[in-house]
């Protein structure tokens, strides 16, 4: 981890805190992000939030605790056969090269049973946690149940740590001590110490289509960060602002005085806030459409644009080149499609070559590290974020209750 990043999340404890000898024989309750894509068939597409909790559970398995642990998948209305994590406890059993118990419910008497007969090192994979709507309600009694068969707790879910759940949030009232795990911890190293504490030039790239989504991160922003790139659908909005025509360009008309409002603030803040000066412009939205680039003042009538263009990259490129620090949060274009993926696939790889020359470069979740996954670059990066909610919310500056429910160090 970056020596120079303090942060304001470093109050609380961490797993790294506690030793084996704190571990040993206890029950440990551990919730993580198990919140995978599936294709129809079940199997999973991407097990990388799978992955990304093996040091947490790994480090407990060592030191002898017996860990049992706890997941949403994705958005059931009660018990929803399609969404039962047996699929996660065949895969995690063989990241683990050992057999995960998988339990049929989350609370009751079949994991007071399960958890009665584990050894230690064993673990334990609780049913979808968001079966019971009293989770997404913070409901007490529920997270009490499910706090009731476990000495401790650790949070490594930083997906979820956004939400104010009873497996976040409420069991931290019944279970003592409430630690971070190793990926919660690191989150919040990265995307807090970059942004509280940062090595100079900080740059920030937001991206995405709209404008609306962002606010609350590029007002944050343009309070700590030195240069602030913006590509994606909500340039059109800042230059409908400007009075420039955009053609058949996404605009948020109901946006158009905020947009003004942040170009001022930067000024005034003295941030350098670059906009595109080129944009590849198409027909039609899709991905065989007629595509030209033009500039930014000349978008033609009927036309919209789909992706930044060339002089907007070098001059990104230019203006990211001397960055110590770089968080990126949205692609630059429609990314789905090749031919509008340029510029996304342009900056993925100046972030990965910049990554080489000791710049610490952050993917703050969500569809850029999709673009940095389809670019190939996305193990040449510092830090990508399993969380894109949560990671946003971090950005915005706000508290994440999550984080806040843990025990402070």
């Given at each position: ?38 294709d129809e068939k079940g199997a999973i597409t991407d097990d990388t939030r799978i992955r990304a ?56 008497e079949a994991v007071a049973q399960a958890v009665a007969g584990m050894a230690n090192g064993d ?223 342009a900056i993925a790889r100046t972030l990965a070559d910049l990554t080489a020359k000791g710049a ?50």
């Amino acid at each position: 981890m970056h020596k120079k990043f303090k942060t304001q999340f470093m109050a609380k404890k961490t797993l790294s805190t506690l030793s084996p000898a704190d571990l040993a024989g206890k029950r440990v309750f551990v919730r993580v992000d198990f919140n995978v894509p599936q294709d129809e068939k079940g199997a999973i597409t991407d097990d990388t939030r799978i992955r990304a909790a093996l040091p947490t559970i790994n480090y407990l398995i060592s030191a002898g605790a017996k860990v049992i642990l706890a997941s949403h998948l994705g958005r059931p209305k009660g018990v929803t056969e399609s969404l039962r994590l047996n699929p996660v406890a065949v895969r995690l059993s063989e990241l683990l090269s050992k057999p995960v118990i998988k339990c049929d419910d989350c609370i009751g008497e079949a994991v007071a049973q399960a958890v009665a007969g584990m050894a230690n090192g064993d673990v334990l994979l609780l049913e979808n946690v968001r079966f019971y709507p009293e989770e997404e309600k913070n409901d007490p009694a529920f997270a009490q149940k499910l706090a009731e068969v476990a000495d401790l707790y650790v949070n490594d879910a930083f997906g979820a740590a956004h939400r104010a759940h009873a497996s976040t949030e409420g069991v931290t009232k019944y279970l003592k001590p409430a630690v971070a795990g190793f990926l919660l911890e690191r989150e919040l190293q990265y995307l807090s110490g970059a942004i509280d504490n940062p090595q100079r030039p900080l740059a920030a790239i937001i991206g995405g289509s709209k404008v609306s989504s962002k606010i609350g991160v590029i007002e944050n922003l343009l309070d700590k960060v030195d240069k602030l790139l913006l590509g994606g659908g909500m340039i059109f909005t800042f230059f409908k602002a400007q009075g420039l025509s955009v053609g058949k360009s996404l605009v948020e008309q109901d946006k158009l005085e905020l947009a003004k409002a942040l170009t001022a603030k930067a000024q005034q803040k003295g941030v350098k806030f670059l906009l595109p000066t080129d944009v590849v412009v198409a027909d039609a939205f899709k991905p065989d459409a007629n595509a030209q680039t033009v500039s930014v003042n000349s978008i033609p009538e009927g036309w919209m644009g789909l992706d930044i263009g060339p002089e907007s990259i070098a001059t990104f490129q230019a203006a990211l080149a001397d960055c110590q620090t770089i968080v990126w949060n949205g692609p630059m274009g429609v990314f789905e499609f090749d031919q509008f993926a340029v510029g996304t696939e342009a900056i993925a790889r100046t972030l990965a070559d910049l990554t080489a020359k000791g710049a610490i470069t952050i993917i703050g979740g969500g569809d850029s590290v999709a673009a940095v996954e389809k670019v190939g670059v996305s193990g040449q990066m510092s830090h990508i974020s399993t969380g894109g909610g949560a990671s946003l919310e971090l950005l915005e500056g706000k508290v994440l209750p999550g984080i806040a429910a843990l025990d402070d160090a």
